[in-house]
DNA sequence: CGCATCGATGTAATCGATTCCACAAGGAGG
DNA sequence: CCTCCTTGTGGAATCGATTACATCGATGCG
């Protein structure tokens, strides 16, 4: 493959011009810009990124560590981030964690070797030693989606208090009054704060939420399916199970099926995560949407605006409730658009 | 960031002896190594892969150029790669096409830029002048699910025309005579293949595949849609709609629900690819489901063979029929688990 | 005993770019 | 006409690794 060194004998200049030329340093002539340009078009050159980087210290490339990649929602977000970088210059290098510690600092430890000028990241745990170290020495850093508490790093998520409090408010009016939820892991923060908000919506209501109602997932299909099975063989099983993420709600409703019992006739179903399937599931479900592309785009503008030194901002966007049938006809809200 | 001459410094020996260290060589004392291991735990070192790469030329990267990540198909695709990839050493960069060429060429010319090693794609189109200049240059490459005719790289995809047969047997078995596919962009293989394969068993049958019923889809969901909606406006609408990917039938499916029919009592539906959900939509939809796990990995190990000096070889894995109930019930084969 | 060999190490070249510095030529201003 | 500045250019240092080559002491063998 050619190197500026071609592009320079050809040219018949040094590569100090060469580079000139292609930096579009201001002072060179438009002889030799003309004749570089042309060895480098007959020569078919292109700059050694490797090089490059070596040389001024920045790759233009972010590193984007996420939980999950086959979650619809990460996908999404991963494809906003690419996008945004895209449209700022950057590159994006996507590290799937897959829901593992040991795979999270795998692939942080890549990413840091390949000296990504910024990390994207959704954490799968409370936080390696490995990533506190990335984030106190120096290396520009957002969370997205999740994030670790008492480590200063900006965070951009979604808050969904507002729209559990409407969700909430959907199923007590429907009359139920015995509502479950298949909880994320606890060592991540949407796994906490999803209870949490649901725990508290359902005390404005009066509700409780006992212990047998709460079932510890680990938002994967698989955990939401059983998780369901124990909250049906309960003696007094729950009218409604909300599950905190999509696949979870795929998994209970696996798991109600295959007891040959019916959404939401015999149990109502909901999830946080909106997915564009949630429309044709039978029945369709009622969901909490996250504006997902918003996120993805603001972590990158928070990440870049890091790395350029200017001084970046948390953002905290609302999720809004999406009334479909899993939890019953309700002819007050089911007017929102599905 | 400590570099290789800081731990020189610290470990006070030279840089080669670190770098013999770092790299196994043999002929290192044991006291030395020690004071090198000792010396990279306290300043924290990492080797710096930008620089490792500029020296040895090889950057233990593979590239993924496809064609839609929020197709699900892709997606599992793209996490089996990275996985088989990891197993063998390998880092992936993903670029997402999003089904236009421009963008392709794009990510293409970006990981050229940064010297991957090779290069797997699932290309947009028929072969822009960039990706067969690529494949000329020697840049190693695999054609993963899609490929361009008449360029010398090896293939990796599945071969559905035993799975298309199967599905037109079903549907002929059921009763349905007027058949109609909504088609891929007839710049892909799989575009054109799947509409040959559709062709091919319908002549067993001596039924026809006119004009009128063939759909011209881009494998996103509103083109499933649009062509929907004008298949349901003929004179005489088919009796089956047969989605060539999975986004498709999530508009064909949209399209059908607007107009108030049902699946599969006024029109029967069934998609290529195989995605969870379509156990769940309402009705659960028959599809043809690909090896997608395992063409991800033989398309790594293909693309690693030749990296690594070995004679890669294509690979062609049989794809099969799901049947579900959105063609209607079938006592004779809807046992096929679903 | 002398020479070859081997093991351990350091020096320096190298990969392909960017960029600082020196320098030459030419124009402006005194 | 002499200085000073500007513009255009090339030489060489540099980034952080790997690795060929040189060196040096110790060991082995005839």
């Known amino acids: 493959m050619a190197s500026i060194k071609d592009v320079a004998a050809e040219a018949g200049v040094s590569v100090a011009t060469v580079s000139r030329v292609l930096n579009e340093h201001p002072s060179v002539s438009e002889d ?36 999950d990649v086959l979650n619809p929602y990460f996908t999404e977000l991963a494809r906003s981030v690419e996008e945004e970088a895209r449209a700022l210059g950057y590159s994006v ?20 070797d390949r000296r990504i000028d910024g990390l994207l990241v959704s954490p799968t745990d409370g936080g390696s030693p490995l990533m506190l170290d990335a984030a106190r020495s120096g290396t520009p850093m957002v969370f997205v989606d999740r994030w670790i508490p008492g480590v200063d790093v900006p965070v951009v998520r979604a808050d969904g208090r507002g729209a559990v409090r409407d969700l909430v408010a959907h199923l007590h009016r429907l009359g139920h009054r015995r509502l479950a939820i298949i909880a994320g892991p606890a060592a991540t923060t949407t796994g906490q704060e999803r209870v949490a908000a649901f725990r508290e919506a359902l005390e404005e209501y009066g509700l409780d939420l006992p212990d047998r109602y709460i079932g510890q997932g680990d938002f994967q299909a698989d955990s939401g399916r059983r998780v369901t099975e124990r909250f049906l063989d309960l003696a007094e099983p729950p009218q409604v199970v909300f599950a905190a993420d999509n696949l979870m709600a795929l998994g209970a409703l696996d798991a109600v099926r295959a007891r040959g019992l019916r959404v939401p006739d015999d149990i109502a ?56 049938r899993s939890c019953g006809e309700d002819p007050a809200t089911n007017r929102s658009r599905s």
Chains 1, 2 share one sequence.
């Open 269 to 324: 179903l909901a999830a946080f995560d909106d997915i564009r399937w949630f429309v044709h599931t039978d029945p369709p479900i009622t969901a909490i949407a996250q504006p997902t592309g918003e996120l993805g785009r603001a972590a990158v503008r928070a990440l870049v605006d890091r790395i350029e030194g200017r001084a970046p901002r948390s953002v905290t966007l609302p999720a809004r409730l999406v009334v479909r």
């Open 32 to 67: 030799a810009r003309a004749r570089v340009l042309a060895a480098v078009a007959s020569l078919g050159y292109r700059p050694n990124a490797v090089a490059r980087s070596l040389r001024t210290d920045q790759t233009r490339t972010l590193g984007l560590v996420i939980s």
């Open 93 to 112: 290098i996507i590290g799937n964690a897959d829901e593992r510690p040991e795979l999270q600092d795998h692939h942080v430890r890549t990413l840091l």
